[in-house]
Nanobody, 123 residues
Framework: QVQLVESGGGLVQAGGSLRLSCAAS????????MGWFRQAPGKEREFVAV????????YYADSVKGRFTISRDSAKNLVYLQMNILKIEDTAVYYC????????????????WGQGTQVTVSS
């Protein structure tokens, strides 16, 4: 049974930084793609960043490119999202997910999801 558990969310002022972590368990993840998505109130869930477990290829949404960095620690089965220069519009619940579709940026192609962690950016 795959489990994804996010942590690291919180309240931060605009311009600040947070690092989210996702602990993955239940299988070996080689061949999978790990993603971070977010959902703000009244909005659809959107792609933020993904990384292929094997090879470590990364893709970012244009809105976070240059500010966010996704990475993984294969030995510890952890996926990170380092978020810098946070903006008020980054406020959302952030979800970790994994997919067998290589490099996918589409939420419906993700099979497993964590419970989410709230990120709130204040002015």
């Amino acid at each position: 049974q795959v489990q994804l558990v996010e942590s690291g969310g919180g309240l931060v002022q605009a311009g600040g930084s947070l690092r989210l972590s996702c602990a993955a368990s239940g299988r070996t993840f080689s061949g999978y793609t790990m993603g971070w998505f977010r959902q703000a109130p009244g909005k659809e869930r959107e792609f933020v960043a993904v990384i292929t477990w094997s090879g470590g290829l990364t893709y970012y949404a244009d809105s976070v490119k240059g500010r966010f960095t996704i990475s993984r620690d294969s030995a510890k089965n952890l996926v990170y999202l380092q978020m810098n220069i946070l903006k008020i519009e980054d406020t959302a619940v952030y979800y970790c997910a994994c997919s067998q579709s290589w490099g996918s940026r589409v939420p419906r192609e993700y099979d497993y999801w964590g419970q989410g962690t709230q990120v709130t950016v204040s002015s």
